[in-house]
């Protein structure tokens, strides 16, 4: 009786992972429900197509276990190759080391200076809320609340991008929106605190950044992995 009911729950469990293969939900691919909808893969698990460091040259970290690592990948990002102005971002991203710092870049303008003309997307270890913690859109928008997991476990990332809207899922959660718009003075957000931004050497408003451009991942010193990265374009306020 014992034997029969292990062979029975060896072959649901075999069944469960054809039913996945079939329906597309291994890592790195799209779903048929993601195609049907026009999300594009932006990482295909296997190569680095599409991927360059942010000064223009090749990436020289190799894909580990089916993931973009950016960690001495010779460049401050690596970023892809296309820009994008509204869209939905999807990734998932995994470390290990607790002292964790790294981040996921977008609407970067100039690549020569992505720190200053373009967002960020906190990612970094540590249980707290704020500016610069995991999911913060950083140094700009605080985190409303944790959502992470443990150091070693995935999280799923979601970043959308519409005129001047911005807004952060982490692990499903809403975690900071901000409309670009109500930064309209230069170094300062809305709530009277400074942020770091500049161009020339000056203190930029938020309002008057690019809404479109590069998206990248950060070194900071610290091994992030990032897999499952997909886009969906928006158009006419989809």
Not at 99 to 122: H, K, M, Y
């Amino acid at each position: 009786m014992w034997l029969c009911g292990w062979r029975l729950a060896a072959g649901l469990l075999v069944l469960s992972g054809w039913l996945a293969v079939a329906a597309g939900a291994g890592e790195n691919e799209l779903t048929p429900e993601e195609q049907a909808q026009g999300w594009q893969l932006l990482f295909n698990g296997t190569d680095l197509t599409g991927w360059k460091c942010s000064d223009g040259k090749p990436v020289s970290t190799p894909i580990e276990d089916g993931s973009l690592l950016p960690y001495q990948a010779g460049a401050y990002l690596i970023v892809y190759d296309k820009p994008f102005a509204d869209f939905v971002l999807k990734c998932d991203v995994r470390w290990e080391d607790p002292r964790c710092n790294s981040g996921v870049f977008f609407r970067i303008e100039n690549l020569a200076d992505p720190v200053n003309t373009g967002f960020e997307v906190q990612v970094a270890a540590g249980r707290g809320v704020g500016k610069h913690a995991f999911g913060a859109i950083y140094d700009l928008v605080p985190t409303t609340r944790f959502a992470g997991r443990e150091n070693g476990e995935w999280n799923q990332l979601e970043i959308r991008c519409q005129g001047p809207e911005i807004s952060v899922k982490l692990n499903g959660i809403d975690v900071a929106r901000m409309n670009c718009d109500e930064f309209d003075k230069p170094g300062v957000c809305p709530d009277g605190a400074k942020h770091k931004f500049e161009l020339n050497s000056q203190p930029r408003a938020i309002k008057d950044f690019a809404r479109a451009g590069y998206i990248g991942f950060q070194d900071h010193g610290h091994k992030v992995w990032y897999r499952n990265v997909k886009l969906l374009e928006l158009n006419n306020g989809g």
